[in-house]
C-alpha cells in the first residue's frame, strides 16, 4: 500500500470514529438508541457530495468485525439465563430463520418481478437474521421484562450462525442450479453445528487453562482479545460454522470469567471490551448508512418507484412473517419447556408474543451477507438480481431499525408491559449474602488467636453492618445506620473522594508528584467508588 493510501486510509477511520461519538452523543440527549441515529446519520452523509465513499467490505465484517461483536455478546450473556430459554431461543433462531427462508422464496416469486423460488430463498436467507443491539436498549430504558431481552439476546446470538447456514444452502442453489437432497443437507447441517459446537467448547477450554496459569492483566486481556478470532478461524478453516463456535466459546468463558480474572484484570478488561464493543458496533452502523450510494449505483434498468414498490412489499412480508410465526412458536415452546423438561415457565401472553415479534431488527450482518454474494455462477453468467437483492435487504435494514425501533417504547407502554427488573431482587437477595457471610467470618474471627487490632477489627466489623443495614433495609440499632443515613454517607464520602482527586490535581500542578502517583492513587480512588452502589 502507498503512504498516501495509508494516509487515506487513517483519515477515513478518524472520520468514522468522530461521527460515532457525535451522533451517539446526539442520540443520548434526545434518547434515542444510537443504533437508529448512526444509521439515519451515514444515511444523510451518504447524500454529501465530494464525501470520500467507503464500501463494505464483506470480508472485514466477516473476518474482522463480526467475531469480536459475537464474543462480547456472548461474553456478557447469563449462561443459567441462556439454557433456561434455549428452547424458545431455538425455536427463533432455526425455526423463525427456516419460516421467513421459505416465506420470502414464496412471497417473492408471486411479488417481486423477475425472482424465482431459488433466488427467493437467497433473499430469505439474507434478510432472515437479526440483530438485538436496538431491541435491547430501548428495553433497558423503557422496563421491558427481563425474560423477553434474554429471548432476544439469545436469538440473536444464534441465528447470525443458522442465517449463514441458509444463505450457504441458498447461493449454491443459484450458482450451481442444482438442488441439494435432503440427506445432503441435513448432513452438512448436523457437520456445521456440531462442529462448530465442539470447536468452540475445545478452543475455549484450552484458553481458559491458559487464562488459569496467567497472572499479568495485560496478557490476560490479551488472551482474551484472541478468543474470538481463535475460535473463529479455527472453525472456519475446517469448514464448519465460525460464529457458531465463537458464540459457544463466548458462553463458556463468560461463563468460568470470576475463576482466572484478577480483580484489577477483571476491571481493565471490561473496559477494554466495552470500548471496543462500542466502537465496532458503532462503526458498522454508520457503515450501513452509508452504503445507499454504492447500492444504487448498481442497479440498472428499474425505476425508483418500482425499487421503492418492491422494497416496501419484501419489509411488510419480513415483520408479517416473523408476527405470524411467534404465536405458535410461543406456544410451542410453552408446552416443550413446561410437559417435557418440567420448567416453571409462565404461559406466553398476547401482548409479549407481539413485542418479540416487533423487535425483528436486523443489522450489519444481512448487508454484509448480501454484499458477499456471488457475483458469477458455475457457468459464468451474472448472479441474477444481486443489486436488487443488496438494495432490498438495505431498505429491510433501514425500515425495521428506523421504524420499529422508534415505535418500540411507544408499543411497550401502550400495551403495559413496562416493569421493575426481576434482577434487581435478586441482586439484593446475593448482596445480603455476600455481607452476612463476611459478617459470619468477622465474627469467628474475633475469637480466632490470629485476630487483627482491636480497632481494626472494629472499623471492618462497623463498615460491614453498615452495608448490611442498607442493603437489608431493617430499621437500624444505634450502631447502624439507616438507608437514608447511608446514603448520605455515600454523598458524603463520594464529595470527599472529590477533594482528595482535587488535592491530588493540585500537586502534580504544583510538580510535586508525577503523573504515575497522581494514576496510581486516582486507581485507588476509583476501586473505592465501586465498593457498593446506593439504592435508589
Known sequence: ???????????????????????????????????????????????????????????????????????????????????????????????????????????????????????????????????????????????????????????????????????????????????????????????????????????????????????????????????????????????????????????YLGHKSSEVFSTQARLENAAVWNTLDFLLNGIVFILIGLQLPFILGGIRGIGRRDLLFDAGILTAVVIALRILWMYPGAWLAYFIRTRLLKQDYGPPTGRAVFVLGWTGMRGVLALAAAVSLPRLRDDGSPFPQRELIIFLTFCVILVTLVVQGLTLPLLIRKLGLCEADPLETVEREARKRMLRGALDYLESVESDEARPDEAVWLDVMHHYKERYAMVDGHKATEEDPTPKQWSQMYDLNNRVRAAERAALATMRNEHEISDHVLRKLERELDLLDTRFVPRE
Not at 474482522?64 to 459475537?70: A, E, G, I, Q, T
Not at 441458498?170 to 452438512?188: H, M, W
Not at 457437520?191 to 484458553?207: H, K, M, R, S, Y
Open 1 to 251: 500500500m502507498q503512504p498516501g493510501g495509508i494516509h487515506h486510509a487513517e483519515l477515513i477511520l478518524l472520520f468514522l470514529l468522530f461521527m460515532v461519538g457525535g451522533l451517539t452523543t446526539l442520540s443520548r440527549r434526545f434518547e434515542t438508541p444510537y443504533p437508529i441515529v448512526l444509521v439515519v446519520g451515514g444515511l444523510l452523509l451518504s447524500f454529501i457530495p465530494n464525501l470520500p465513499q467507503i464500501s463494505l467490505n464483506p470480508n472485514v465484517v466477516f473476518l474482522v468485525m463480526l467475531p469480536p461483536l459475537l464474543f462480547a455478546a456472548a461474553f456478557n450473556t447469563s449462561w443459567h439465563d441462556f439454557r433456561f430459554h434455549l428452547v424458545s431461543v431455538l425455536l427463533l433462531a432455526f425455526g423463525l430463520v427456516g419460516f421467513t427462508v421459505l416465506g420470502v422464496a414464496v412471497a417473492s416469486e408471486y411479488l417481486l418481478p423477475g425472482f424465482d423460488w431459488r433466488l427467493g430463498l437467497a433473499l430469505g436467507a439474507v434478510v432472515c437474521s437479526t440483530d438485538a443491539i436496538a431491541a435491547t436498549s430501548i428495553a433497558a430504558r423503557v422496563g421491558l421484562p427481563r425474560y423477553i431481552v434474554d429471548i432476544l439476546e439469545g436469538e440473536s446470538l444464534v441465528n447470525d450462525a443458522s442465517s449463514l447456514l441458509a444463505l450457504e444452502f441458498a447461493a449454491s442453489l443459484v450458482v450451481s442450479g442444482q438442488k441439494p437432497g435432503f440427506s445432503d443437507g441435513l448432513e452438512r447441517l448436523l457437520i456445521l453445528v456440531g462442529g462448530a459446537l465442539l470447536v468452540g467448547f475445545v478452543a475455549a477450554w484450552l484458553i481458559h487453562r491458559l487464562q488459569l496459569r496467567i497472572a499479568d492483566p495485560p496478557i490476560e486481556i490479551t488472551v482474551s482479545l484472541m478468543a474470538p478470532y481463535v475460535s473463529y478461524l479455527l472453525a472456519e478453516s475446517i469448514h464448519v460454522s465460525g460464529p457458531l463456535a465463537t458464540v459457544v466459546c463466548g458462553l
